[in-house]
């Protein structure tokens, strides 16, 4: 490809003030560093997205292959005005969140993904998404979509979305919903927490290295238990018996 | 009367199930078949509070029975609100006992998560009083939290005191690979820190969120027997010794005295009284903690611990796995999940699990006799079990 038709394809990004990281206490105690990475980590994060494309459970497998497809275009410059930030406990991918700058106004959020389930891990890493439009951004409003009901009940319930149902999301085109400043300034309170500056320590064990996430959501390991029991957390409760019974565990 | 033995158990994982309520009230019970090595079944209770409600379902027993191929065998179903599990397990044992069947499985199950969390809690609020309590919108969190800031004022129990009960008993879950919850959590993180109060919010005061057990789709299963049948089945044998049961008003204002759990008391009195046994000589005990209040009172009203001192126990650390009495090993209610009409059974089963000595990483040491309180309405209708090890 040429280096001419590459500059026609590149779109150029809007300026964008950095998100500044915070560190959050978790309810397991750990402390969960939230935090933007550059387009240089993306093949970093790339390789734990790519598993959840086949966990056919919560619209993972939707999610994480928009994830995906939205990760490989802001490494390869082929979507506008984004942004990636990630939660990480001790290096730990935990959970990577995206949007987008549409207008200096108007923010688009594209996704939320938690590699470590419970906690309030992913709704903790979208608060700072949030925070990133309304605070950082200074923008007015953020238009959001979700793809699975764990989704709807985390934002449209718990921040009181506004519906902006005549706006097609860029995802997919559906109806979209509407977080104002007004809104967001309701749920600051309870749902936007966190402190800065992290600790030097927890941020350079965060930068040091992005380590794959340790209890990843997987497919059920069996197929049988896959058709009879797969939103089964153990995946195989009942194989499990039967294969203690006969001994093989 | 004869004497009643445990002698197969099984178990599905209590969490988000996505087949029909008949295969989640069956799978466990085709485990507890394997487990005793036996599939030949006299009679079949099915315990269970909401199949009409929640999933549309009537005549469970029926379905279940068809289901297993255990038909011509009689079966029926027994609610009995939260503790119908072991209400089922009582009325199993009542059969065996009297000599009317000599092998009678008692499975239980529950499909919540069909409906929204809204729509659950709503369900379960059926079981307050219809005109003294539902009414007015009252809900068991909202019962739990008054009664919950009744007990702190006149005992002096702790948002703290709430919260190890919550750390202790989910972490005992991560042992537990059927539990509802797996993720560990500590003090710091739903107490302590800046963020706690996000992490960790009020549910309805001083109630807070990990105070409160999940709502779960799950099932389990108990197979009990007479004495000669269990002596040849080839398990450690496990001795259901003492059943009991007692009831209190249906609305929780109408009693003397709000912070007495009276059935509990009795209910707890009368199941050792049967297994001649005292509290005292308990090994390990599930006790029930839809909210985490409960296990605190429920520890006192049993007899493990004076009036008012359960949460000083709990601080000594006496009810912990490897502590002088443990409570929830499986996790509880609280970490291991309520599917409500299984939750009695589920507790039976970690129980013998415990007794038979194979509990893996939760076990109890040297653990010879165990003790299960299954709370119904808000205490309104408990069924207490003493398991023994051996005869």
């Known amino acids: 490809m040429s280096a001419d038709l590459e500059s026609i394809l590149r779109p150029v990004d809007n300026p964008m003030p950095p998100f500044p990281a915070k560190h959050v206490t978790i309810a397991s105690g750990e402390e969960m560093v939230i935090r933007q990475v550059t387009r240089d980590e993306i093949p970093d994060i790339l390789p734990h997205v790519a598993p959840l494309i086949y966990v056919e459970r919560d619209f993972y497998d939707v999610v994480a292959a928009r994830v995906y497809s939205e990760l490989l275009s802001y490494y390869r410059y082929r979507i506008q005005d984004a942004y990636v930030l990630v939660a990480q406990i001790d290096g730990e991918l935990c959970a990577v969140v995206n949007g987008r700058m549409a207008t200096p106004e108007v923010g688009m959020s594209l996704h939320t993904l938690a590699m470590r389930r419970g906690l309030r891990i992913g709704a903790h890493a979208f608060a700072a998404k949030m925070e990133y439009h309304m605070d950082i951004m200074g923008q007015q409003e953020v238009l959001i979509?979700?793809?699975?009901?764990?989704?709807?009940?985390?934002?449209?319930?718990?921040?009181?979305?506004?519906?902006?149902?005549?706006?097609?999301?860029?995802?997919?085109?559906?109806?979209?919903?509407?977080?104002?400043?007004?809104?967001?300034?309701?749920?600051?309170?309870?749902?936007?927490?966190?402190?800065?500056?992290?600790?030097?320590?927890?941020?350079?064990k965060a930068h040091a290295a992005i380590l794959p996430p340790s209890d990843p959501p997987t497919p059920p390991e069996d197929l049988l238990a896959a058709t009879r029991s797969q939103y089964d957390s153990t995946g195989t409760a009942l194989i499990l018996q039967r294969w203690r019974q006969e001994g093989k565990v | 009367m004869r004497s009643v033995y445990v002698i197969g158990i099984g178990i599905t994982s209590f969490t988000r199930l996505e087949y029909p309520l008949s295969e989640i009230a069956a799978y466990p019970a085709m485990m507890a078949m394997k487990d005793a090595g036996r599939k030949e079944i006299d009679h079949l209770y099915v315990a269970n509070m909401g199949s009409g409600r929640v999933n549309h379902q009537t005549?469970?027993?029926?379905?279940?029975?068809?289901?297993?191929?255990?038909?011509?065998?009689?079966?029926?179903?027994?609610?009995?609100?939260?503790?119908?599990?072991?209400?089922?397990?009582?009325?199993?044992?009542?059969?065996?006992?009297?000599?009317?069947?000599?092998?009678?499985?008692?499975?239980?199950?529950?499909?919540?998560?069909?409906?929204?969390?809204?729509?659950?809690?709503?369900f379960v609020a059926t079981l307050t009083h219809p005109l003294a309590e539902y009414i007015y919108g009252v809900t068991l969190p909202s019962l739990a939290a008054m009664f919950t800031r009744l007990y702190m004022e006149k005992y002096g129990v702790t948002e703290r005191h709430l919260a190890m009960v919550a750390v202790k008993n989910q972490n005992n879950a991560l042992k537990n690979e059927f539990a509802h919850l797996q993720q560990e959590i500590s003090i710091e993180g739903i107490l302590d820190s800046p963020e706690a109060m996000t992490n960790n919010p009020y549910v309805a005061e001083p109630l807070r969120f990990f105070d409160?057990?999940?709502?779960?789709?799950?099932?389990?299963?108990?197979?009990?027997?007479?004495?000669?049948?269990?002596?040849?089945?080839?398990?450690?044998?496990?001795?259901?010794?003492?059943?009991?049961?007692?009831?209190?008003?249906?609305?929780?204002?109408?009693?003397?005295?709000?912070?007495?759990?009276?059935?509990?008391?009795?209910?707890?009195?009368?199941?050792?009284?049967?297994?001649?046994?005292?509290?005292?000589?308990?090994?390990?005990?599930?006790?029930?903690?839809?909210?985490?209040?409960?296990?605190?009172?429920?520890?006192?009203?049993?007899?493990?611990?004076?009036?008012?001192?359960?949460?000083?126990?709990?601080?000594?650390?006496?009810?912990?796995?490897?502590?002088?009495?443990?409570?929830?090993?499986?996790?509880?209610?609280?970490?291991?999940?309520?599917p409500v009409g299984a939750t009695g059974i589920a507790q039976a089963h970690e129980i013998v699990h415990q007794l038979r000595g194979d509990a893996g990483e939760r076990q109890v040491k040297d653990a010879k006799v165990g003790f299960t309180c299954n709370f119904g309405g808000f205490g309104n209708n408990v069924v207490c079990l003493t398991f023994v090890r051996g005869n």
């Open chain 2, 59 to 122: 005549g469970l027993a029926s379905a279940v029975v068809d289901t297993l191929s255990l038909t011509p065998a009689g079966a029926e179903a027994i609610e009995n609100g939260p503790a119908s599990g072991a209400s089922a397990i009582k009325t199993g044992y009542m059969a065996v006992a009297s000599g009317v069947h000599d092998v009678v499985m008692v499975t239980g199950a529950e499909r919540m998560r069909e409906v929204n969390n809204l729509e659950a809690t709503e």
């Open chain 1, 145 to 204: 979509v979700a793809e699975s009901p764990i989704g709807f009940r985390r934002w449209m319930i718990e921040y009181n979305l506004e519906k902006r149902f005549d706006v097609p999301h860029e995802l997919g085109g559906v109806p979209s919903w509407a977080l104002t400043k007004e809104l967001f300034d309701r749920a600051r309170a309870t749902l936007v927490v966190g402190r800065r500056p992290v600790p030097e320590e927890l941020l350079e």
């Open chain 2, 212 to 338: 409160c057990c999940p709502v779960s789709d799950g099932g389990a299963c108990v197979i009990l027997a007479s004495e000669e049948v269990a002596r040849k089945v080839e398990r450690p044998l496990v001795r259901l010794a003492g059943v009991g049961q007692a009831t209190d008003t249906h609305a929780v204002h109408e009693r003397e005295e709000p912070t007495d759990l009276l059935a509990v008391r009795r209910a707890a009195a009368k199941s050792f009284e049967m297994a001649g046994l005292a509290p005292s000589d308990v090994d390990v005990a599930e006790l029930h903690d839809a909210f985490t209040i409960l296990e605190i009172v429920e520890s006192e009203e049993v007899g493990f611990f004076p009036k008012g001192e359960g949460h000083l126990a709990l601080e000594r650390g006496e009810t912990a796995i490897g502590g002088t009495l443990p409570i929830n090993p499986s996790g509880g209610l609280k970490g291991r999940g309520h």
